[in-house]
């Protein structure tokens, strides 16, 4: 079993829809999580970062953690054209004073059209 | 702020060739890491340091891949001999001491090899 599971899609929605993304996990120790966001031939850009369970927002992006069942959420509201990238879901378990390492899902590509 | 500089942005090599990649994390940033990323896939983990230590480099293909921070600040990654399968993104990504907020990316580079 992969530690991070995330459905690829790819998903294709119309603007303005609400997207939700979501990622399971099963490493218990997680604490840290991570959205990025990836467009075609750039490196990952961090969105949200949420430590431990709850929600927070920012902006059009709410990220949820509950990890009772190991799932993590981001949500999209009023999705735009320019929303149409590949979001990786990332989290760690933390290491001394560090972040440690990041495991990561293996993205979802997502659409938004006009 | 200036984001986390990698060089050089592409790269096209023969098998057996060697390569290196240079990255500049964030500044103040005391946790750098080198990650691979093979098309369709999450970024994997090769190496994180922590200020001039090497805290994880248990995925690093050691055989063949080396990685050094020697200052603490800037970080070379090399290949030698390189591999088809090596072909992939290679990101450097930062995180300040204790990770609160997250790790910050570059813009990767992009490694053919022939």
């Known amino acids: 079993q992969k530690e991070v599971e995330q459905d690829p899609g790819p998903l294709s929605v119309p603007e303005g829809a609400i997207v939700s993304l979501n990622c399971t996990y099963s490493?218990?120790?997680?604490?840290?999580f991570m959205w990025y966001r990836q467009y075609s031939r750039k490196g990952p850009e961090l969105l949200m970062y949420t430590y431990s369970s709850g929600n927070k927002e920012d902006g059009r992006f709410t990220a949820q953690v509950d990890k009772s069942s190991k799932y993590i959420s981001l949500f999209i509201r009023d999705s735009q054209p320019s929303d149409s990238a590949t979001y990786l879901c990332a989290m760690s378990d933390g290491r001394g004073s560090t972040l440690g390492r990041l495991y990561f899902g293996r993205g979802t590509q997502l659409t938004v059209w006009p | 702020e200036a984001g986390v500089a990698q060089s050089p942005r592409y790269k096209i090599i023969e098998k057996r060739q060697s390569v290196a990649f240079w990255c500049n994390p964030i500044?103040?940033?005391?946790?750098l890491y080198w990650y691979q990323q093979i098309l369709g896939q999450g970024p994997k983990l090769l190496i994180q340091f922590q200020n001039n230590g090497v805290v994880d480099d248990s995925q690093l293909p050691k055989d063949r891949f080396s990685a050094e921070r020697l200052k603490g600040v800037d970080s070379t990654l090399k290949i030698q001999p390189a591999k088809l399968e090596d072909s992939a993104v290679y990101l450097c990504?930062?995180?300040?001491?204790?990770?609160?907020?997250?790790?910050?990316f570059g813009q990767g580079t992009r490694l053919t090899v022939v």
């Open positions: 500044s103040g940033h005391a946790t």
């Open positions: 490493n218990s120790a997680f604490q840290y």
């Open positions: 990504a930062s995180s300040p001491n204790g990770g609160a907020g997250g790790a910050f």
